[in-house]
């Protein structure tokens, strides 16, 4: 199924989150904190100025970036847990 989401809208895959911490104690699923890093799949054509005039996002396919703990909503597409949100809950992009 090909999703492409609308306005400014991006669609992020989490980034996999550690099993072990640096000691070596292996973390169970339940205790886990989800990782607050990703990688954008897809994003929007862009969201619309006062005057309609049609304003690119600043993030693209493929940037790995930060966004808050609890944003987007959490969907899943061909068996692959994702998140859409808006561009204005991304807090940067990793370089």
């Known amino acids: 199924m090909k999703f492409k989401p609308l306005h400014d809208r991006v669609v ?7 099993t072990k911490t640096k000691g070596g ?5 339940t205790a886990k904190e989800k990782p607050m890093e990703g990688k954008v799949i897809s994003v929007g054509p862009g969201a619309r100025d006062e005057n309609g005039k049609l304003v690119p996002l600043d993030v693209k396919k493929g940037d790995r970036i930060l966004f808050g703990k609890w944003s987007g909503t959490e969907v899943k597409i061909d068996g692959k847990e994702l998140l ?5 809950d991304i807090m940067g992009i990793l370089e």
């Open 12 to 18: 992020v895959e989490r980034a996999e989150s550690d």
């Open 25 to 29: 104690i292996i973390i169970p699923d």
């Open 84 to 88: 859409i949100m808006k561009e204005s």
